[in-house]
């Protein structure tokens, strides 16, 4: 397939890991900050090709794996409310609040639906009128100008039943929690394409020289992982710490200005709690003061007791690149995809639920 | 207290725990066998039965397959995958008030072409109508009986043995996608009935173990139902499975994985490794994507290994929970 058979291509792969094995001069501890390049990783099972110095970490970099139990306590509050039609995006039904999970109230017959594209809304808007549309709006940088775009769009066609729940949160704020915090061993990072695609490649250069550790934007095929990889041993062999932009097929510097300009104008910075992480400044965003009318948080009782995190899942840590999967007691035993204690193992790019799905093969 | 949710339906480990929940109920030495159809051996010759019910949405996915093509397929071939020859067909018939008399006309006209074509009768039937909003327009339920003509059991896996795919895989469910979400794809479901295809392999008495077809849960679910069942590792080599760039399109739109897509005319079989080429050149006549795809091995830890093009291995663990597109 165009586009995909090239990125897949194992004469390149493997001409890329014959590079790495030979230039590597010291082990290097790599986190992919996106969990989506963690489960490319496992999925393509790099690790059982790579040599052993390339030691991947993950990072905080999945939006259900680090929203706190709290937030997804209120998603169900909301979509238990009668008259609803509760709207978000992929696995996030599937996360346990402090009782159940979305897909748990789901069949008890709220109307909880999973969208594809935020955009769905408008249609399901338009023929429930008689019902209050939600839309939980969760994810990093990738998925903000779509709620931006959502929100005019509802503007626009003065729709009167649509309200959002905004979870949006930034991936540079994190980084720099991250490496702030002694305990961690980071020497470089995997940055997510997708992110980059909207904010640039930019904005990692300040991350690169204040901590000194190379930073590669990498699309998410293996080819683009294992060029990547490469990249970064070569940074570190010759004393670098740059951004390399290996995703120039659709990376630029600046990002898409259009996309950014539209967040822009309905959000605001504001600070937010990181599941394992904790309040991180300037972290998230919210809506605008002037568009307060459609905040669902405002407009809806949202306040919720919510039950600590398990203290056997060690998400926390793992979420911080401070422990593996392996290293939790309660996984693969009491916590399983078909069981999880922590979000980390629900979500379709959490770092547990990947290493759970396809790893120790090798073993 | 639990309760069902669409995870259940899912052809999932989910849909595994309940089905055990029926099975502990009805427990019997036929119904633990967990073939595809049940071998009946008391009744004079040999019988095999199966039953399966049928919803579709949107009932009609393109002008060749709707839930009538789909209710005569689905039935007809989990007889043929244990080795008998389907004959007879009952026909019960849930229908949500509203639903017009020439969409209902259209679908039997279907049942009758599929039924004809696989050598097969409707012999009895049930109707029932049901309030608007309680039936999601149709619902249907097929049983088949057949005649064993050389019995296949999933229980007869041993290391070894080679594991032949029929066809490519992911293109029912694509099909599904497709037209839910209103996309712009080529895909059209592979749904058929296998008759031509197992009867042609029983007939060159190919040593066929056993056979299943991939339907709900995919190709991951049978490898891994059969992983589970027969103790034996499987491994499987990714660049021998056919899966065509549309399907793969929508996996990665989706975020799903093609192994875990429905497949309704598409079916898996072990045979004796010597018997290899001769049942690839057999199922090549009905479909230039049948491919030898694997292996079963001689450890015994039930796992499913998947091996990629550039020699990485990593397990093809069984689909869980119901399928929801990821979130970025």
New interface residues.
Partial sequence: ?NF?DEF?D?NT??AF?ELIKKELKAPINIMEICG?HTHSI?????P??LPKGINFVHGPGC??CVMPRKRIDMAIKLAAMPNTIFCT??????VPGSKFSL??L???GCDVR???SPLEVLKIAEQNQDKNIIFFA???E??TPMTALLLEKVINLGLENVFFHINHITVPAPIHAIMNDENVKIDAFLGPS?VSVITGWGIYEDIARLYKTPIAVSGFE?VDIMQSVLNIVRQKNEGKFEVFNQYQRAVSKEGNLKAQELVKCYFDECDFEFRGLGEIKKSGLRLKDEFARYNAELKFDCEVESKNESKACICGQILRGVAKPYDCKVFGKACT??TPIGSCMV???GACAAY???????E | MKEISLAHGGGGEEMNELVSFIFKLFDNEILNQANDSALLENLGSNLAISTDNFTLSPLFLNEEVNIGKLCVCGSVNDVLMVGAKPLYLSLGLIIEEGLEFAKLEQILKSIKKECDKAGVKVVCGDTKVVPKGKGDLLYINTTCLGEVLCKKETKNIKEGLSLLLSGDIGRHGGAVLVQRNELEADIKSDCKSLTGEVLALLEAKIRVVCMRDATRGGLSAVLNEWARQSGFDILVYEEKIAIQDEVMGICELFGYEAYELANEGTFVLCVEKEDEQKALEILRKFNPNANIIGEVLKEKKARVILQNAFGAKRFLEAPKGELLPRIC
């Fill in positions: 397939m995909i897949r194992k792969i493997l890991n989506g496992m999925k393509y099972a790099l059982s090709i939006p259900v995006l992929g696995d996030l039904l599937r897909l748990e789901r069949a008890k999973a969208l594809y969760i994810g990093f990738t998925t997708h293996p995809p078909k979500s379709g790019e759970y799905k396809y790893s120790k093969v090798n």
